[in-house]
């Protein structure tokens, strides 16, 4: 019988391997293939010893699966640890899409801003654009 789930020896990305992620990430901003085998590398090349080497379409699923999250949000703009790398992927993802020319999220988290506020940041964009 075939045995389902998970291979043997898999394991999920820690918190730190999650930040490693995100800080590496913002560094080359990848927009294809090869800047995202540039970010395996560099990837392996910097994690901890008792991590398992991750290959860069590992990386990157990882990376869009925390950009699909919902924004994270905290008590006087404190996000909890476990969900800083849900927002740091969201900026290096902004950060992406404005060097790939084709930006298609709001630019910044909200802190609390009013609507007046969120349509001149929108307004700016598109004067930039």
Not at 66 to 92: D, H, M, S, W
Request: net charge positive; proline share 4%.
């Amino acid at each position: 019988m075939c045995r389902r789930g998970r291979r043997a020896g898999y394991h999920n990305y820690g918190l730190d391997e999650q930040m490693l992620l995100c800080s590496v990430a913002d560094k080359y901003k990848p927009i294809g293939r090869n800047m995202w085998e540039d970010v395996a590398t560099e990837y392996n090349r910097r994690r901890a010893r008792s991590w398992l080497e991750r290959d860069y379409d590992s990386l990157r699923r990882k990376f869009r699966s925390l950009y699909g999250k919902a924004k994270p949000t905290g008590i006087n703009g404190e996000i909890p640890v476990k969900l800083r790398p849900i927002a740091l992927v969201q900026e290096a993802e902004r950060a992406i899409e404005l060097k790939g020319g084709a930006p298609t999220s709001h630019d910044g988290l909200d802190r609390g801003q009013g609507d007046a506020d969120l349509l001149r940041d929108v307004a700016e964009a598109e004067d930039v654009a």
